[in-house]
């Protein structure tokens, strides 16, 4: 296990459209971050599993964006009717039980036409 | 929340050693000071995360005083590939929110030859 893997590393969608990420962590840990990063900005927290648990979400979050964690392993996010504002990086994270020391993946690149 | 301030960015010549101050006035006890290395088009990499005093590993130190209301990254001796976004993000030892988890703009480092 090399570390966090992401896919797509880009998706290119027209808007209305749904889309689905998914992020593979580190096995040995059980929380799992999604963050979602625009140009020139840093990461903004999305949401957060423990186990397959989802603890807390941004009250930033749109309705429209849903993510799971069934097996307490890999997770899926989804972003229903996708608009042009949520062309975005979104990053995927990974640690043991505690907020530090975060590994993350690769990103996947999305864009909204 | 701790919220955090960066210089926006930072120049340095090889082989300098290079300091990057983060500030957290309203930082908690149970907060921990973490910095993360970004570079284009990839995920964050953590790199040296401390509580008080001094923190060393093998690529970076971390200084924090007593009051713990500031943080000074060092990394010795630069080369041109540390050349990347540094980011200071201040998080809850294990419980409570994670709506600290969103990162500022961080410090743009330039090496320059």
């Known amino acids: 296990d090399t570390g966090v893997s992401q896919d797509p590393r880009h998706k290119i969608t027209k808007r209305g459209q749904n889309v689905t990420f998914r992020c593979d962590p580190i096995?040995?840990?059980?929380?799992l971050y999604w963050y979602r990063q625009t140009l020139g900005q840093g990461p903004e927290f999305l949401t957060y599993?423990?186990?397959?648990?989802?603890?807390?979400k941004s009250r930033l979050l749109s309705d429209r964006f849903s993510a799971e964690r069934p097996k307490g392993s890999f997770s899926t996010l989804e972003i229903q009717r996708t608009e042009q504002g949520d062309s975005a990086m979104y990053l995927c994270?990974?640690?043991?039980?505690?907020?530090?020391?975060?590994?993350f993946g690769p990103g996947t690149r999305l864009t909204v036409t | 929340l701790a919220k955090t301030t960066q210089p926006i960015s930072m120049d340095s010549y090889e082989g300098q050693e290079v300091n990057i101050t983060c500030s957290h006035n309203n930082i908690a006890t149970n907060d921990y000071i973490t910095w993360y290395q970004q570079f284009p088009s990839q995920g964050p990499r953590f790199i040296i995360q401390g509580y008080k005093t001094k923190v060393t590993n093998e690529v970076a130190s971390l200084f924090i005083p007593a009051d713990r209301k500031s943080s000074t990254l060092s990394l010795p001796r630069v080369s041109l590939s540390d050349t990347a976004v540094y980011y200071c993000?201040?998080?809850?030892?294990?419980?409570?929110?994670?709506?600290?988890?969103?990162f500022g703009s961080g410090t743009q480092l330039t090496v320059l030859p």
């Open positions: 994270a990974s640690s043991f039980p505690h907020f530090a020391e975060q590994y």
């Open positions: 096995s040995e840990h059980n929380r």
């Open positions: 599993f423990q186990n397959e648990a989802q603890l807390e």
């Open positions: 993000l201040v998080v809850p030892i294990s419980s409570g929110s994670a709506r600290q988890l969103t």
